[in-house]
Each structure stands twice: as structure tokens, then as C-alpha cells.
T-cell receptor, first 107, second 109 residues
Framework: SQTIHQWPATLVQPVGSPLSLECTVE??????LYWYRQAAGRGLQLLFY??????ISSEVPQNLSASRPQDRQFILSSKKLLLSDSGFYLC??????FGPGTRLTVL | GEDVEQSLFLSVREGDSSVINCTYT??????LYWYKQEPGAGLQLLTY?????DMKQDQRLTVLLNKKDKHLSLRIADTQTGDSAIYFC?????????FGTGTRLQVFP
């Protein structure tokens, strides 16, 4: 069965610091992977999706970037965090499986 | 454009039925989904319906789809305190899902 891992679970970072969130999946190959952000009291915003290694599609212009270095690894990054980057970041596999999420607080 | 709308809150008494509504805009959507998010957790897929169906029932859950009005609803029968969560509907667009803002369901005794 498919499993999604995300780490860290929570993160507190100062403004201007870099970011790296990791998502790995098990139990499947060549998955479609997604990064979503959920801001407090709001719905999910699709940030990036990837249909394969090295293939990244960006939904909205922003301070973040994504990479897919391996088939089952999806990384969300930033060189300099903004206050507005705070939120709950969810990695998803296709439509059915969501990771446990990473709560990011930028101070 | 792509837009999925839901009411923000719903409060029901334990044992009653809950009905959570959703409207979407993309008439070409092939699948529509309902997810549940408990506090501090990721999303859990509850059920989905194919766009050529009007209704789907799965235990206490009933999904109704009115394709003409682009209206989707989720009915939870015999609502329990464990059903308290945020419920998201989502429509399937090419290569991605479009999510609603979520409806917070509160169940009181």
C-alpha cells in the first residue's frame, strides 16, 4: 500500500532563512506528486505538481521552488522565507493519498 | 475560471444528518471528491463520484451530484462527534485537483 512521509512535522524559521521540506513515497512507482499549502482558515492552494523525475509544473508565481530528484522524492524549497510563507504544507500522491503535513511558521 | 465554493461552517446535533454543499465551475470535470481533515492532520479521501453518476452511497455517506447546476453534496447520516472535522470538496481538472475552501463541521451532543 502507498505511504507518504513528510518531514519535518513542524518547523519554525526566521524571515530570510532557507527552507527545505521533503516528501517521500513508498509502495508505488512513477507517481504524480503534488505540493499544496493550506493557510490558516483557508482551503488548499496547489503550489507545484510533478509527473516524473525532473518535471515540475508551477501553479502560482511565488517565493518557493520544487524539485524531483528521484522518482519517489519531492522537495519544496525556498532561498529566503517570507512571513507569508507560513502555513501547513501537504504533499500528495495522485488524488487519494496525502502526507501528514508540515506546519511552517515564519517569524 | 476554476472555482470551488463551500460554506465555511456547519453545526449539527449528534445523531442528526449533516449535509455539506459544494458548487464548482468546470463542467468538464470527470471526478469529484470529498475529503476529511482532522485537526493538525493531512487530508483523508472519503469518497468520490464520477461525473456521469447522480448518487453514490457508502455506509453513512451519500454523495449527490447535480451536474446541470454544478452542485455536489455530502450527506452524513447519524452524525457522530468523531465526524467533527473540515470537509473539502474537490473537482478533477487536467493534471490537478481544485479544492474548495473547506466546511468546518462541528457536532454537539
Amino acid at each position: 500500500s502507498q505511504t507518504i512521509h513528510q518531514w519535518p512535522a513542524t518547523l519554525v524559521q526566521p524571515v530570510g532563512s532557507p527552507l527545505s521540506l521533503e516528501c517521500t513515497v513508498e509502495g508505488t512507482s512513477n507517481p504524480n506528486l503534488y505540493w499544496y499549502r493550506q493557510a490558516a482558515g483557508r482551503g488548499l492552494q496547489l503550489l507545484f505538481y510533478s509527473v516524473g523525475i525532473g518535471q515540475i509544473s508551477s501553479e502560482v508565481p511565488q517565493n518557493l521552488s520544487a524539485s524531483r530528484p528521484q522518482d519517489r522524492q519531492f522537495i519544496l524549497s525556498s532561498k529566503k522565507l517570507l512571513l507569508s510563507d507560513s502555513g501547513f504544507y501537504l504533499c500528495a500522491l495522485d488524488e487519494q493519498f496525502f502526507g501528514p503535513g508540515t506546519r511552517l511558521t515564519v517569524l | 475560471g476554476e472555482d470551488v465554493e463551500q460554506s465555511l461552517f456547519l453545526s449539527v446535533r449528534e445523531g442528526d444528518s449533516s449535509v455539506i454543499n459544494c458548487t464548482y465551475t468546470d463542467s468538464s470535470s470527470t471526478y469529484l471528491y470529498w475529503y476529511k481533515q482532522e485537526p493538525g492532520a493531512g487530508l483523508q479521501l472519503l469518497t468520490y463520484i464520477f461525473s456521469n453518476m447522480d448518487m453514490k452511497q457508502d455506509q453513512r455517506l451519500t454523495v449527490l451530484l447535480n451536474k446541470k447546476d454544478k452542485h455536489l453534496s455530502l450527506r452524513i447520516a447519524d452524525t457522530q462527534t468523531g465526524d467533527s472535522a473540515i470537509y473539502f470538496c474537490a473537482e478533477r481538472a487536467p493534471d490537478k485537483l481544485i479544492f474548495g475552501t473547506g466546511t468546518r463541521l462541528q457536532v454537539f451532543p
